[in-house]
């Protein structure tokens, strides 16, 4: 499964942006996620949605925020991003692995990633 992540840009803090991740292959068999990576820092977890959509975990930085959702029939990943913060940059990465959780290692795949950048 190849992914490629799209939808980042620059906004001002308080403003939306939604990012999209599409796959080449059928994601329906795997746990998706989205994780993000500021600049000088660790890759860290934000959002992770189970195969039918039906189980989904955040970040404590971003719960009630951030809304990750998908769409088997298109192969797609979303993640819905409101209420921006200057601290929410990052390159943001799309991943997809047989299990659902918060760590890097879980996940097999994984796209190139998209800039965010929130200014204050």
């Known amino acids: 499964v190849q992914l490629q992540a799209s939808g980042g840009g620059l906004v001002q803090a308080g403003e939306s942006l939604r990012l999209s991740c599409a796959a080449s292959g059928r994601i329906s068999d795997y746990g998706m996620a989205w994780f993000r990576q500021a600049q000088g820092k660790e890759r860290e977890f934000v959002a992770t949605?189970?195969?039918?959509?039906?189980?989904?975990s955040y970040a404590v930085s971003v719960k009630g925020r951030f809304t990750i959702s998908r769409d088997n029939e298109k192969n797609m990943v979303s993640l819905q991003m409101n209420s921006l913060k200057p601290e929410d940059t990052a390159v943001y990465y799309c991943a997809a692995g047989p299990f659902v959780g918060d760590a890097s290692h879980e996940y097999v795949y994984w796209g190139r990633g998209t800039q965010v950048t929130v200014s204050s």
């Open positions: 949605i189970s195969w039918t959509g039906s189980s989904t």
